[in-house]
């Protein structure tokens, strides 16, 4: 199993960082970010080490979490590509590794079967179910417009081929909608929260769903737009929060739970899909 190890993190009251969603990813000869470029995570800026263990499995994120309640080392693998390990109190990150090392072939197994969950699958054929606006929608190719062209929530994307892979144009199509609906939404927002912002990016990112530099650039997942609308504006609003406070404080929680009181059950959403919209 490749793998990049990641700053740990201790455990924290809210989730959606806590849960490798916010971590900057370092790859060899990279600089962490510093002065005006940093971001909000609930980690400071360090390097990514190199941890072998095997090429032929391809690259994994591995990323280490302190909880002082924990009894013994745990491994959650979040999916084909991000495994998560808890140092209990008094454990280390040596030992956290040897660990991973000496449960190579389970998570193995692990990764492979996340990797067959549709976010993950390199071709989506005709008929399968992806999920939009938080809701699943089956794609079936149609051909009665002269054209072959698959329908999302009343949007009709065309088709180059009937016999293509859904999975480039659908999710071409996802991206242009999350450029063109996620900046207006957070603009309006932060209007009505008072917040100040410079930009609005849209990424293509597999491990966070958004990030708020002290700049006050916003920087959104795309995928943002497969889940409910309030799910959305749970993650936006988690951004702009970090605009009056650059950590996960108990303080920052409060404005969290002060503009959005539904973040504990949209964060409960966002860990439940997170695999089938193809994040971690």
């Known amino acids: ?7 740990e993190i201790p455990e924290s009251p809210g989730r959606l960082h806590q849960r490798g969603h916010a971590l900057v990813q370092l790859g060899p000869g990279q600089r962490p970010l510093r002065g005006g470029d940093q971001e909000a995570l609930s980690v400071g800026p360090t390097g990514a080490e190199s941890v ?20 013994r080392y745990t491994i959650r693998v979040k999916g084909p590509r991000l495994v998560c390990v808890t140092i209990p109190r008094g454990g280390s990150r040596r030992e956290a590794m040897r660990f991973v090392e000496k ?19 390199e071709e989506w054929p005709d008929g399968v179910e992806i ?19 698959v329908e999302l929530g009343g949007h009709r994307i065309f088709l180059a081929d009937a016999a ?49 530099s002290s700049r006050g650039v916003i920087s959104l997942n795309w ?3 497969q889940t409910p609308g309030w799910v959305c504006d749970y993650v936006i609003i988690h951004e ?15 404005l969290v739970d002060a503009a959005c009181p539904r973040w504990r059950e949209a964060e409960v959403w966002l860990d439940g899909q997170a695999f089938q919209l193809g994040m971690g």
């Open 103 to 121: 449960s190579r072939d389970w998570i193995e197994a692990q990764r492979r079967r996340r990797a067959e969950v549709v976010g993950h699958a």
């Open 1 to 7: 199993m490749g793998a990049r190890l990641l700053p």
């Open 164 to 212: 293509i892979n859904l999975k480039r144009p659908v999710e071409a199509f996802l991206k242009d909608l999350a450029r063109r609906e996620l900046p207006g939404r957070t603009r309006h927002l932060a209007e009505r929260q008072g917040i100040a912002i410079s930009r609005v990016s849209v990424r293509n990112q597999s491990s966070r769903w958004g990030s708020c």
């Open 240 to 254: 702009l929060m970090h605009r009056r406070e650059m950590n996960h404080s108990a303080r920052f929680w409060r």
């Open 52 to 71: 072998g263990a095997g090429e032929e499995t391809g690259a994994c994120e591995v990323v280490l979490r302190r909880n002082p309640r924990a009894r």
């Open 223 to 225: 995928r943002l737009v």
């Open 131 to 149: 999920l939009f606006r938080g809701e699943w929608c089956r794609l079936e190719v149609r051909h009665d417009l002269g054209r072959p062209f």
